[in-house]
């Protein structure tokens, strides 16, 4: 199967996200659509989230992709079903691989979500958390400043340890013993955000469980890929591709990635 | 939906996976068929592993499950993919989870793999980590005493460590950083092997990475129990009902166990 599994994101979030894809399947070609221009999702209205994700899906089909990742939480938590009921390939999204993760180590069952607005208002956290565990008593906090700092390349920024500090005061005072990082962004502050939490606070991010579930699905309807060529990554971004590849490369530890610039126009994207 | 997640296996190794999806999935149902009168499957001729494993995989339909875990590693090895292609529901074995759930955590690409006969021989392990990640150096040891010590409730004593000591001794020669214990009969002799291993290799139980998968797919298909009513767990056995109670009440924490005596006549299993 040369096929590629698509991923898409609001910006360059999502990447945290790849990065586990091709650790644990380094045979996969993986074309991503990161939409910085229009970053961040998370304060957006919901029909808009839906119209920015449906323009990166339908630009990904014309690909010929075989698997879809929404890897953005604020867009998981709107459009997920909509786009898994109307799509003839398998979607899936960072929402439920979280929320497993965490059921899988907290001892206590008291587990903190961090998120952008629209994750944190649809509470598909909760649901999600309860739907599987009922026992699970979840606390949520919006963490606003996160995705700029991050898109802005400044995750390692003493103003981002101020941030962090800030933002995580409440949630220090509960008794959580896992806390989800309910963005795909928050994993670049992720050393920040566990050094402020402490050893007894086990800090998930969704993207190690959703690769292993991009995986088992793979698996499971039989098309992973068994070619011995290496992968090709395709990766286009709606903003500048400049800043793209400093955070890409920065964070995937590859330099020559191939980026190309796509833009939007009467809400269709194209190169 | 009230059914069941079916799970067979040889005979009481699959419970160290149906724990970890009562772990995971705390509402499913599980209807668990241990074929003990038979156990090991390991040294048995193919074919007579494939008519044991569907006469309890029809035995489970039956009960009308919602889908099936062919918890016993040599059965995954010779019949998954045949009983995969002919039911309705979706099959999963447990042998591409303990080989993914290897690679995620291997440093140096070395995996060794403990198993029975009839897995070893069938190199299964050896096909799945090479298809994911054609790095992967693999060394495979046969241990044929390890599941009669652990069906005889032995698993604790001191000739177990004897056994294990002696047995492990070729694979500590090597230079893997992580053993996958390619029988689900093996973790409960896990604190034994890890001992045995010492701390600078990762055992790796399939357990965990299969009661993923089964969530995944469950919530994929969207048939996740969301009841909140407490879920009713049965077990079978061909064997002993005391020696598997005995056994299954230590293992999984659970006294009140229903547990029923199937009996096979011409072929077909029933109580």
């Not at 996969?28 to 957006?44: F, K, L, S």
């Not at 994993?187 to 939490?197: A, D, H, N, Q």
């Not at 995986?215 to 499971?220: G, P, R, T, V």
Request: aromatic share 6%; proline share 6%.
């Amino acid at each position: 199967m040369k096929q590629a599994i698509g991923v898409i994101d609001s910006g360059i979030g999502g990447l945290t996200v790849a990065k586990e894809i091709m650790r644990q399947l380094p045979n996969e070609h993986i074309y991503y659509v990161g939409d910085t221009a229009r970053c961040p999702y998370g304060p957006r209205p919901q029909e808009e989230v839906k119209g920015f994700t449906w323009e990166m899906t339908s630009f990904l089909m014309e690909w010929n992709i075989k698997m879809l990742v929404i890897a953005c939480n604020t867009a998981t938590a709107v459009v997920l079903d909509e786009i898994q009921s109307e799509l003839p390939i398998p979607v899936i999204g960072v929402i439920s691989p979280g929320a497993r993760a965490a059921l899988k180590v907290t001892k206590n069952n008291r587990i903190g979500v961090l998120g952008t607005e629209g994750t944190i208002k649809s509470e598909a956290y909760v649901r999600e958390l309860i739907a599987i565990n009922m026992e699970s008593k979840v606390t949520q906090l919006v963490c606003p400043k996160f995705v700029p700092i991050v898109e802005s390349f400044q995750y390692n920024s003493d103003i981002a340890k101020k941030i962090v500090k800030e933002t995580l005061t409440p949630m220090k005072k509960t008794d959580i013993d896992t806390l989800i990082l309910g963005c795909t962004h928050y994993p670049l502050l992720g050393p920040l955000i566990e050094k402020e939490m402490g050893p007894q606070v086990q800090v998930i991010s969704s993207g190690e469980e959703t690769a292993s579930e991009v995986s088992a699905i793979l698996h499971y309807k039989k098309t992973l890929n068994i070619e011995s060529a290496p992968p090709e990554h395709r990766f286009f971004t709606t903003g500048s591709k400049e800043l793209f590849g400093k955070i890409a490369s920065d964070w995937l530890g590859i330099s020559d990635l191939s980026i190309q610039t796509a833009s939007i126009e009467k809400g269709v994207m194209k190169i």
